[in-house]
């Protein structure tokens, strides 16, 4: 921990910069909002594919990351390369909210990012498991962005699942302070911009939160991985309601041949408010799956391996069961609509 937060506790440091992180995060996004620079910044206008009526600023980067960056640098040093790695991508990001960019692009950016952290800081396995590290990481970059679509649910998958990293940093049998303070700078930035965020939204993440956020996921989870603090199940079930949703989506868009980049409205998320569920309902739902799931990750740390991956195959097939019930929903939503007559 770094020498100017020696005098506190470890749990009372975490908490610190949580809460200032949260205080700052909002302060600024007040400040966008109130004197309309929010709007000029970059704007989500509506289309047929979207969830929401109202044109709606796409600012939550420019208060989630600079704290997050800011904090990083401050209280976790070691951390420097994974806080430079999110600034570039969140500008690559914000040029792409406010002009648009090609999709290799955009792509060529979350490469150079992943491929940057892991040859400066390799773990000691061989090389087509850093390749397959390498993949995972990109997918969780781009799933967080497929995932920014309804109000609360971005920002709050970043507040529970960061706050298990920062847990198991500190629980974990090779604690990391400095991964836990780095963890709890994105919870409180998470917990700042809910505020604005969480339904009826008058913020929406953007790309250029959305995409930082998905990189750091990857790269502290990597990061706690390589220094044996978790392991390498454990971002994963930390956010794997995230992961399962996007995956099965692309996994079903990919069967019929469709691009996946291109937005749509078939993720789990997406069915569970057009059936009726609303914005604050779906994403309270996701916050109750996730926070089980973190709970019995964290309870399984210092259990044994075998117990460790018989609980992960057991919340895989939960999962899938609930991906399941949201289909059966989902098919009786539709049923529902094509019965009632025209007017």
């Not at 799933?143 to 974990?172: I, K, Q, R, T």
């Not at 303070?181 to 994105?186: I, K, P, R, T």
Request: hydrophobic fraction near 60%; include cysteine.
């Amino acid at each position: 921990m770094p020498i100017y937060l020696n005098w506190l506790p470890s749990w009372t440091a975490v908490l610190f910069v949580a809460v200032m992180a949260a205080l700052v995060c909002a302060a600024i996004l007040g400040a966008l909002l109130k004197t309309g620079l929010a709007w000029r910044l970059a704007t989500d206008i509506p289309n047929d594919r979207s969830l929401h009526v109202r044109p709606t600023p796409r600012v939550g980067g420019w208060g989630i990351v600079p704290v997050c960056i800011a904090a990083i640098a401050w209280v976790a040093p070691g951390l420097w390369l994974v806080a430079a790695c999110a600034l570039v991508l969140a500008a690559v990001s914000q040029i792409d909210d406010r002009r648009g960019l090609p999709a290799r692009v955009r792509f060529a950016a979350h490469f150079a990012a992943v491929v940057a952290l892991l040859a400066v800081y390799p773990a000691a396995t061989p090389w087509w498991a850093l390749a397959c590290i390498a993949f995972l990481m990109l997918w969780l970059v781009n799933l967080y962005n497929f995932m920014d679509g309804a109000d609360g649910l971005a920002g709050g998958m970043a507040l529970f699942g960061f706050g298990g990293y920062a847990l198991a940093a500190l629980m974990s049998a090779h604690p990391a302070p400095e991964l836990a303070l780095a963890c709890a700078a994105v919870v409180g930035a998470a917990a700042g911009f809910l505020l604005f965020n969480f339904h009826p939204a008058r913020i929406f993440l953007g790309d250029a939160g959305s995409i930082p956020l998905g990189f750091l996921a990857g790269a502290l989870g990597y990061w706690g991985w390589r220094e044996g603090t978790w392991p390498i199940w454990f971002p994963a079930m930390a956010f794997a309601p995230f992961i399962g949703d996007a995956s099965v989506t692309l996994a079903r868009r990919l069967a019929r041949g469709e691009k996946f980049w291109q937005a749509h409205r078939e993720h789990y998320y997406q069915r569970m408010v057009r059936s009726g569920m609303g914005h604050a309902r779906t994403a309270q739902c996701w916050y109750a799956v996730m926070l089980v799931g973190i709970m019995l990750a964290l309870w399984a740390l210092d259990r044994s391996i075998a117990l460790q991956w018989s609980l992960v195959s057991v919340w895989v097939v939960i999962l899938v069961l609930i991906g399941a019930a949201i289909d059966v929903r989902w098919r009786r939503f539709q049923t529902t609509v094509s019965e009632q007559p025209e007017v």
